[in-house]
């Protein structure tokens, strides 16, 4: 049998341009925004509070090209381990310092050059503040001209150091206003809350951090992120393939909707009295507008005097249109018992226990029985 011919592209059809699609993950273009407009205000101030410090002296360069490329990692990929306060300020300053050192005992340039990048990489390696700008420092000090000579072991110190310094609190200043973290701080790995040799649940089966070591290793590639986001970002990937494969049930599909409450003057000993005749762990706390102030649970009251304030801690909550697969993460971390479904005004609607989830995942993986999913009315049992 003969194949068709292959299909004749249109009159005036372009292939899509692969060559502008983002290399990096979550490089959207509301990201690469901000990031530019971080660049735009971190440069210019980093040269005018400069300027304002050292004068117009032409002789003294206010802002040195290596902060460029730093102002790049700091602000559009600021999660990254190479844009952290240290790696700035310490790589550009070692670096130079390397470069400014080099310089001083190799005439030879072209040796020199290359010997301050390289000792530059040892060094930053060596006080874990690797920073792919230092090597630009390190080259600016063997290279940058009469200035850079004239400033000596000065360099590294005015204009480099100051430079880093000024850039990196105008990143943390404006990270914060646009509400980004920075310094980036990785998520807490799970951890046992009872105190116990056993590892928390969530490492007991699937992979642990040697499984990340290990692939590592066989990759043979040195990636641009910490191990500790690498295990967060692939036990979200974990929840994220596990809700496409099992989120067609929603919270609302399982809470128990007739939920026991306290107001929060009730006292310890009224609510301990609830937990108790409920055979529940878990009370929301509504306020005067009968909105979620937090809950409270057994744990909580345990040795509270009868006369005392109730202790509230913060609810774990949720959307009914949530799926509830999605609340196995909070409610397997040893910690929480229940989570507390609001409406859109932040009334309370439901509440889903680990019962509950429990009992909608054995029927989800059993495959059989009623249609109906039952759940229990544990309220954090």
């Not at 699609?21 to 440069?43: D, F, H, V």
């Not at 646009?178 to 105190?195: D, G, I, L, V």
């Not at 107001?263 to 108790?276: G, V």
């Not at 999605?326 to 971390?333: C, E, F, H, S």
Request: aromatic letters at 4%; one cysteine or more; hydrophobic letters at 45%.
């Amino acid at each position: 049998m003969i194949a068709p011919p292959p299909p004749q592209k249109k009159s005036g059809y372009l292939p899509k341009l692969k060559l502008f699609s983002p290399i990096l993950a979550g490089a959207t273009l509301k990201e690469r925004l901000i990031g530019c407009l971080g660049a735009l205000i971190g440069i210019c101030l980093t040269g005018l509070v400069c300027g304002f410090v050292f004068g117009d002296d032409p002789q003294l360069p206010l802002i040195v090209a290596p902060i460029g490329a730093s102002a790049v990692l700091l602000f559009a990929v600021p999660a990254s381990p190479l844009a952290q306060p240290w790696s700035i300020i310490g790589g550009n300053t070692i670096s130079a310092l390397i470069g400014v050192t080099v310089s001083y005992f190799v005439k030879d340039q072209m040796l020199a050059i290359g010997l301050a990048v390289s000792l530059a990489i040892l060094a930053m390696s060596l006080t874990r503040s690797l920073h792919p700008p230092g090597g630009a420092s390190a080259l600016t000090a063997v290279i940058g001209g009469a200035a850079v000579a004239r400033s000596g072991f000065w360099f590294p110190f005015i204009p480099v150091a100051i430079n880093s310094l000024i850039l990196v609190a105008l990143g943390m200043v404006f990270h914060r206003l646009a509400r980004r973290q920075y310094p980036h701080r990785p998520a807490a790995a799970p951890a046992n809350t009872h105190k116990t040799a056993d590892p928390p649940p969530a490492l007991r089966v699937g992979f642990n951090s040697e499984d990340i070591d290990e692939a590592i290793a066989r990759l043979n590639e040195t990636l641009d992120i910490s191990r500790q986001d690498i295990d967060v970002l692939l036990r979200e990937v974990e929840l994220q393939a596990l809700i496409r494969q099992r989120g067609e049930l929603t919270c609302a599909d399982i809470m128990s909707r007739d939920v026991v409450t306290v107001p929060s003057d009730t006292t310890p000993e009224h609510a301990r009295y609830l937990l108790l005749k409920h055979d529940i762990r878990t009370l929301p706390v509504l306020d005067e507008n009968e909105k979620l102030q937090g809950t409270v649970g057994l744990r909580e009251l345990a040795g509270e005097e009868l006369d005392s304030k109730l202790p509230i801690t913060v609810a774990a909550t949720a959307k009914p249109s949530d799926p509830a697969i999605g609340l196995l993460p909070r409610l397997t971390d040893g910690k929480t018992h229940a989570v507390v479904i609001l409406d859109g005004d932040g009334k309370v609607v439901g509440i889903i226990s680990q019962t509950d989830l429990l009992a909608t995942l054995a029927k989800s993986l059993s495959q059989n029985g009623p249609s109906e999913i039952m759940h229990g009315n544990g309220q954090g049992i």
